[in-house]
């Protein structure tokens, strides 16, 4: 066994243990070694900001591109933000313990279904220093053990957070390796993780497209998935196509690089010619470029002509594909084969079209008259959120405290047995 | 692209449109369907028969077991075992469509969590034919598409009974396309189906150890996998005594066969000399063969020696590991540490230790007083399961109706946009 493998197997193996010591933590418990951490992290800071100022350097010697090296960045406010975070999920409330369910038997026997922590869970992610404290507070507060797996680009800003973070939580009763940081950055450190299915429940990857199919390929346990946000806007023949037009800017322009950011507009054929113009207009204004379908190019002679791959493209930038449609129905098929089924809206003034759209498209948010970018745990009221999840098993769109927590049944007998 | 690969992959094109179509069901529809389903198995039973009879003669032609050849067999008994399981399903109560929750935001955007199907579940399978009617009625009971792979042994029975099914549902108004069975058994098939993580929102493997593995080790899309149960009965130093050796009885000689049969005894020393030679008469007389730690061996010299691989064997027989433990923690620890986080048990009188028992033991189901075989779809009230998940993710414990659903949301705004 190489040494790299056994180092992951032995963190996972003080996962395992930790998770079960986890278990036993009271609400307040975690809510003190929480505040602790951000103490802990906000005391450090120096430390921290050196840290990633080496990080920084060593990112603009190897020529990383400007976006790239301000994804690794933590300056003053990001990291006020990242304390603040920590601070906010020890006021959350803890899902763990409640009562999902509970009944009795014919013969007697009580079944309680309880909410119970994951168990350990591996995170796996690329650029952004305060993955580590987001997700790993988060997995905290849901009494869950958390292996980190940083980018080689924030290593020693990461290594300084963990450590923190692992000292304040320590000095205030937390659980011995209830986060741990994989020290190794390199590719086979992500194959050992994911195949390290006896001691880690659930791994979460957090980065691009490619790092996602990576771990999913090699995983031999659960993985939650955020895979792309390709969201479509339908606006109706009997859509009010001036708010038709403020929730597509709100949609395209006010985030473009979010994944619940409009990709496609589809647009019903009786309004085309009245709503195309005038929507165009204003998103010329906002700099957006139009790709459109020969209908559209009808009506939007400026447009680029959309191809097929623009139907399943995620552009995260000022670019949007156009599409004229016969009807509902179209729209919907356009949606349920090309989309990610990740967020979709129909504007619309007829309750029976609304009704449809969102019983048949097939995504895990659907909006009548409002703006996709509401797909978001805080936008929600979940407080704070892990991801998006883009999979319909276990936690399907934002994944919040709860979406972190799996259930046990109880079952209190007095001598009942088969036979 | 192979044949096969490409067969397959039309089928899972087909699943897909056709999950599209069973998500508008009714279940007044869905009903009507499963009823036509059994009407035509039976309609059908002479053929089925037939067919069975050549996948029976195939089996003695190669030389299987008579276990083997068993586990193949439909006899009449079991064909109407297998039609009243459909007519069964028909009579449960539809998950779909349950409102699980339901809020307004501040902005006043109201958000429906609402229960959907999964979608497309592949179900890949060993020999009993049965599992061929009683998954895919299950998966398509809770709006489903089924794509089913069955066990070469059972090639013909299965063929037989899908087309039956095919025949009677689509009479009735099913869905093309909704239930389909795959016309290979070879194992690159089962490779393709999961690589199909465009088609496929999940794969259940049923069948043993290797089979799972197999699945879980090339699956793209989540797997709910129905590991070992390897169970424990603690028998506490406050247990009644005659409780325990009866709990101790049906947990493990009831049915010796059920993942949820008892497979290791721990006893509290400061009973063990008192209970473990009744507890052995009794077991003996069923003709259980024990293998205990030393200091069980000082009070049964008749057991044979247990070694460390009893703790983790999932005997499927009349054996019982027993061992002698100083109390509740030793107990707990060694279950979470050789268990299968499937079904254990408590045998005592003291509440603390029950809740802590309850608590501490990582399993799908811990039970305080009763026997471990209550882990079944039917003895929790579900009326009818597809298994017993061993993970933890989506589903724990015994899978009925509402486990082969996931959930969406439906967001109903007047305008409301982010900014």
Known sequence: MSDLKGEILRLGQQAKKAALE????????KNRILLAMADQIEAEGAEILAANARDIGAAEAKGLS?????RLLLNPKRFA???????????LPDPVGEILDDWTRPNGLRIVKKR????????IYESRPNVTSDAAVLCFKSGNATILRGGSEAFHSNQAIAAAMARGGRAAGMPEHAIQMVPFTDRESVRHLAEMDAYLDLIIPRGGKGLIETVVSLARMPVIKHYDGICHLFVDASADLALATEICLDAKCAKPSACNALETLLVHEAVAADFLPKVAAALTAWGVELRGDARTRDLLPEAKEATEEDWVTEYLDLIL????????????DHINTFGS?????????AEANANRFLAEVDSATVYVNASTRFTDGEEFGFGAEIGISTDKLHARGPMGLVELTSYKYLLYGNGQVRG
């Open 22 to 29: 986890l278990g036993k933590l009271s609400a307040a418990d």
């Open 321 to 332: 594909a156009v599409k004229v449609v016969p009807g509902l129905d179209a729209a919907i």
């Open 116 to 123: 119970v922590p994951i168990g350990t869970i591996g995170i």
């Open 66 to 70: 400007a976006a790239m090296v301000d």
């Open 81 to 91: 933000a990242m304390v603040g975070g920590v601070r906010k999920v020890a006021g």
């Open 341 to 349: 089924r990740h967020s979709d809206g129909i504007v619309t003034g």
